[in-house]
């Protein structure tokens, strides 16, 4: 790492299942205005923007840096836009962390987004694919995923069941409760899950995520301007990047070796050795509730095929030794684009003490994971109290 950098200010906005009153302008306007407020500034202040967002064809709008930009009044200024599937929300948050990191920008806000409402999701998920190789089986995310799912089953049962996931589902759905940016806020059961509708076997609708419109963001400034903006800045301590093959057939999506790798990275950088004890709060990207499971053992928070004793210990519950996806998680909530940068901003707020009602007590570590594509993309982010 070069020079320390932190998150100053963090935006939200509420996600639902259709924003019909804004556009995608106005609902990033929202989110990186108050992203600003938060941090105490004005878009004058700031030096440079980073965008994000999924495919495209999502909203049918090319180019959409080009109509954002101005929204926020950053225009004329630096603008660059990422988009890495559904890592984008995070990668543009470490995007934004490298143009401070390197000496180029003292002040960038960060944004991501999604109005999935203005197109079909399924559709772009699956028409992304190869056409000669992979779209006769590109059925969308949750086909992917029923098949992910059932190879971890497959391959740590008994000790894993359906049931563990259901257990997450509930879990993750009674955190969004204390979340009032949450779009998915009931209580649900056990019984109720095992009992929803299949979607793709083993995963039933209780176990999905639904689809949102919404935005997020994130003000990343110097140590300079961090210490004199912020009473208790949320450190970049430690982040990876990692990406393997998106063919499925050579990705052992039970224990994917990109989210492994990009751990390992952040570890390094963050000096962590044993993420399981060190780490004080996890924000994980479960679009489906077995994935939370696959992820806590990818990332070293517990060993491989204990995630079902994992949930079962009450460990990660809100209240536990390790709390993960005190927000709800993506299954409460899941602007695509913007959901991976939602994990980094609720990483970041425990870190602050700004996460309101799903605060944990005593956070001076989180961590922020995504993943993406056909399960080949994944990132780690680690936040802390002190440089």
Request: charged share 20%; glycine share 10%.
């Amino acid at each position: 790492m070069t020079r320390p950098v932190a998150v100053i200010g963090t935006g939200q906005t509420k996600y639902v299942s259709r924003r019909d009153d804004k556009n995608v302008p106005e609902i990033v306007r929202e989110a990186g205005l108050r992203a600003l407020a938060d941090a105490g500034l004005k878009p004058s202040d700031v030096d440079a923007v980073v965008i994000g967002s999924a495919p495209e064809i999502f909203e049918g709008v090319n180019y959409p840096e080009d109509w954002i930009a101005p929204a926020l009044g950053m225009c004329p200024g630096p603008v660059m836009r990422v988009h890495t599937g559904g890592t984008v929300g995070a990668a543009t948050g470490i995007a934004g962390f490298y143009h401070v990191a390197s000496g180029a920008y003292d002040t960038v806000l960060a944004v991501a987004y999604q109005k999935l409402s203005d197109g079909v999701p399924q559709y772009g998920l699956s028409a992304c694919y190869d056409p000669l190789w992979d779209r006769d089986f590109a059925c969308g995310a949750p086909a992917l995923v029923g098949l992910q799912s059932r190879q971890y089953l497959d391959r740590h049962a008994p000790a894993v069941t359906e049931e563990h996931g259901a257990m997450v589902a509930v879990k993750n759905r009674r955190n969004a409760l204390l979340n009032p940016y949450a779009q998915i806020r009931r209580e649900i059961t056990v019984a109720d899950v095992m009992s929803s509708p299949p979607v793709a076997e083993p995963l039933k609708l209780l176990d999905c995520c639904p689809t949102s419109d919404g935005a997020a963001a994130m003000v990343i400034a110097s140590e300079q301007t961090a210490r004199k903006k912020c009473p208790r800045p949320a450190w970049f301590s430690g982040v990876g990047t990692c990406s393997e093959s998106p063919y499925v057939p050579h990705v052992d999506m039970a224990y994917p070796e990109s989210c492994v790798r990009a751990a390992q990275q952040a570890y390094q950088m963050a000096w962590i050795y044993e993420p399981a004890r060190e780490l004080d709060v996890a924000e994980v990207y479960e679009a489906f509730s077995f994935q939370e499971l696959i992820w806590c053992e990818a990332l070293g928070l517990c060993r491989p095929g204990e995630g079902g004793k994992l949930i079962e210990s009450g460990r990660s519950d809100l209240d536990g030794a390790l709390p993960v996806n005190t927000s709800g998680g993506v299954l409460s909530s899941n602007p695509i684009g913007a959901s991976a940068m939602i994990r980094q901003v609720e990483a970041a707020m425990q870190v602050m003490g700004r996460a309101g009602e799903h605060q944990v007590d005593g956070v001076h570590r989180a961590l922020a994971h995504s993943w993406g594509g056909a399960i080949q993309f994944s990132t780690v982010t680690i936040f802390s109290d002190e440089i």
